[in-house]
């Protein structure tokens, strides 16, 4: 086995921007967890809320990943389909 020494497979958080997952807990307008994958299968447990306003969605409800805050180091989500029918509108 070897190991690069000059390149890290270490993501930045908005680049996980668009992936769908998973709601291990209810999401809600103050904290929710989610479990997405990236494009090379590694798997993130990441927190999230819904926008404010937006009903609350359940624990294991697929949701796609549509903002995030640097203040508050979360990520706002949508339901999956909801996700999908939005950026057809648009």
Do not use: I, M
Request: charged share 30%; proline share 6%; aromatic share 6%.
């Amino acid at each position: 086995r070897w190991l690069p020494l000059n390149e890290s497979s270490a993501r930045r958080r908005h680049e996980l921007l668009g992936c769908t997952g998973q709601a291990l807990f209810e999401v809600n307008d103050n904290f929710g967890l989610v479990a997405v994958r990236d494009d090379r299968g590694e798997l993130y447990q990441v927190p999230c809320r819904v926008e404010p306003g937006a009903a609350p969605l359940p624990k294991g409800a697929r949701v796609r990943l549509v903002g995030y805050g640097g203040k508050t180091r979360s990520f706002t989500v949508r339901a999956a389909d909801e996700a999908v029918l939005a950026g057809a509108k648009e």
